[in-house]
C-alpha cells in the first residue's frame, strides 16, 4: 500500500526535478547537432527493447518476469542516468534532452510494447492492456511533470536556481526510498527471485553499456557523447517501470511479479554502471591533463 502511495509523487517529482534542468536550448542544441541524439534515441527506442527480448529468451526467464524485462526496457532513462552522466563527465544536456524527449514518446512506445509483450510472453493470462488509457496515464506521470519543470524554470529562474539542488536530492530520496518500500513490502518474491533475474539483468546492463559505446565511435561522436549515450542505454527509469506494471494490472494489495525486475534493476545496474562512470570520469580527466599546456611532450 505503501508504494502505491509513494509511488505517483515520487515519479512526478522526479520528472519535474528533470523539467528544472531543462531549457529551450537544449531541444536547439539536438537540432544543430542531431547526430548524438538519434544515436541515443535509436538505441533506446529499439535497440533496448531488442537486448531485452533476447536476455528473456536466452535465460528462460518465466513469462511473468519476461513480461516485467519488457516493460523495463519500454521505458527511458531519468533522474538518476543524468546524475551518472554528470558524475562521468559526459554530455548532461544531451542526457536531459534524451530523457525528456523519449518519456514524450514513450507515451504512445510504451503501451505499444507492454500489449505486445504481454500477448508474447503471458498469453492467455495476459491482463487486458488499454493502449490509449496507458499511454494518457504515462503522460501525466512523466511528459506533464517535466513540462511544468520547464514552466517554472522559465516563470521563477531565481528560485529554480536555488531550490533545484534540493529538489533533485528530494527526487532522489523518494527513489530510493520507493525502491526500499518495493523491497520490504515484496521481500519474499525478492528473495525466491533475485539469482534468477539478477545474472538476466547484468546481462543486459553490461550488453546495453557495451553497445552504447560502440555504436557512438561509428557515428564518429565525441568522447562526451559516447559516454552519455552508453548511461542512457543502460540505465532505465525504474520507477517508471514499476509505475507501469502496477497500471497494467490494475488495482492490487501488492506488488505484482512483472514489477520485480524494475525493483531488482534499480539495484544491479549499478554494478556495471557505477565502474563504468569512474573509468570515463578517469579517462576524461587523463585526456584533459594531456591537452594542458606545458604537459604535452617537448
Known amino acids: 500500500m ?8 515520487a515519479l512526478a517529482v522526479i520528472m519535474f526535478s528533470l523539467g528544472l534542468g531543462l531549457r529551450p536550448a537544449d531541444f536547439w542544441r539536438i537540432a544543430k ?10 538505441n533506446q527506442l529499439l535497440i533496448v527493447p531488442i537486448v531485452a527480448f533476447c536476455v528473456a529468451i536466452l535465460f528462460s526467464l518465466p513469462p511473468e518476469l519476461a513480461f516485467g ?14 546524475s551518472a552522466s ?3 563527465e559526459g554530455n548532461v544536456p544531451l542526457s536531459i534532452s534524451l530523457t525528456a524527449v523519449i518519456s514524450l514518446v514513450a507515451t504512445i512506445t510504451l503501451p505499444i510494447l507492454v500489449a505486445l509483450s504481454a500477448s508474447y510472453f503471458v498469453r492467455q493470462d495476459a491482463p487486458a492492456v488499454n493502449v490509449t488509457a496507458l499511454g494518457a496515464q504515462v503522460f501525466v506521470l512523466t511528459a506533464a511533470p517535466v513540462a511544468l519543470g520547464m514552466l517554472v524554470t522559465k516563470l521563477a529562474p531565481r528560485f529554480v536556481a536555488t531550490a533545484s539542488p534540493f529538489i533533485s536530492k528530494f ?3 523518494l527513489f530510493m526510498l520507493l525502491i526500499v518500500a518495493a523491497l520490504i513490502s515484496n521481500w519474499d518474491a525478492f528473495s525466491s527471485n533475485f539469482w534468477t533475474l539478477g545474472p538476466a539483468l547484468i546481462a543486459m546492463n553490461a550488453a546495453l553499456l557495451l553497445f552504447g ?3 557512438g565511435p561509428l557515428f564518429g561522436l565525441q568522447p562526451r557523447d559516447i559516454t552519455t549515450i552508453a548511461i542512457e542505454s543502460g540505465t532505465q527509469n525504474g520507477s517508471l517501470a514499476i509505475a507501469a506494471g502496477l497500471l497494467v494490472h490494475g488495482a492490487s494489495t501488492g506488488l505484482p511479479d512483472t514489477t ?8 544491479t545496474a549499478w554494478f556495471l554502471t557505477t565502474p563504468f562512470v569512474l573509468w570515463r570520469r578517469r579517462l576524461k580527466t587523463r585526456e584533459e591533463r594531456v591537452h594542458q599546456p606545458g604537459l604535452q611532450g617537448s
Open 213 to 215: 559505446l560502440v555504436s
Open 260 to 267: 520485480l525486475p524494475a525493483v531488482i534493476y534499480s539495484i
Open 33 to 42: 547537432q542531431p547526430k548524438a541524439f538519434a544515436v541515443g534515441a535509436f
Open 2 to 9: 505503501i508504494v502505491q502511495v509513494i509511488l505517483p509523487v
Open 171 to 173: 527526487a532522489f530520496a
Open 69 to 82: 524485462v519488457m516493460i523495463l526496457a519500454a521505458c527511458p532513462g531519468g533522474v538518476l542516468s543524468n
Open 86 to 88: 554528470r558524475y562521468a
